[in-house]
């Protein structure tokens, strides 16, 4: 993750730090496999070929690095977006997440298995609202749609105030 630790430095960013490794339900060992042709359709697996990456829960991170809050998160699981987010289950039920990114690819969500629906259900069920990035006023503002899921979809906590 060259790239990134780069772009930290260049933006002289000071309360961040990055981890090289996925997300997911359980520990273990993922496979990510990359298509240099369309990015679009690389996507991360239980099973190889593929580039190994160590996988963990977030919570077990968040709990090894003492971290009680997150302002915001932003995830791109490349398809594993209902087992990032099981993996972090107390961090969500609790509210500690403020604001949530997810990239809800259809190739990839489909490729896992998994709907855009059961991630709105998900996040329904914790109380995270769907809202959409106002950039003229540089805020959240509600979404009309009520179970709404987009390409870059943003939730808020049941505390955030919008």
Sequence with gaps: F??????VEKNHLENVRIFPLAVGDR??????HENLNDS????FSD????LAIE????????????????????????????RALEGAEPLFSAGSCDVLQIELDPNNLA?????QNKV????VNRGYRFVVWNSAAQ????????????????FVSPSFRI
């Design 2 to 7: 060259p790239s990134h630790d780069r772009r």
């Design 27 to 32: 520990s273990g060992t993922g496979f990510f």
């Design 40 to 43: 679009s359709r690389s996507h």
């Design 47 to 50: 099973g190889g070929p593929g």
């Design 55 to 82: 996988i963990v829960r977030l919570d077990d991170i968040c709990l090894s690095e003492g971290v009680r809050k997150i302002d915001f998160l932003k995830m791109d699981v490349e398809g594993f977006e209902m």
């Design 111 to 115: 490729r896992q298995a998994s709907q």
């Design 120 to 123: 709105a259900s998900w996040r």
């Design 139 to 154: 805020k959240f503002k509600p979404s009309r749609v009520e179970n709404g899921c987009s390409y870059n979809s943003f």
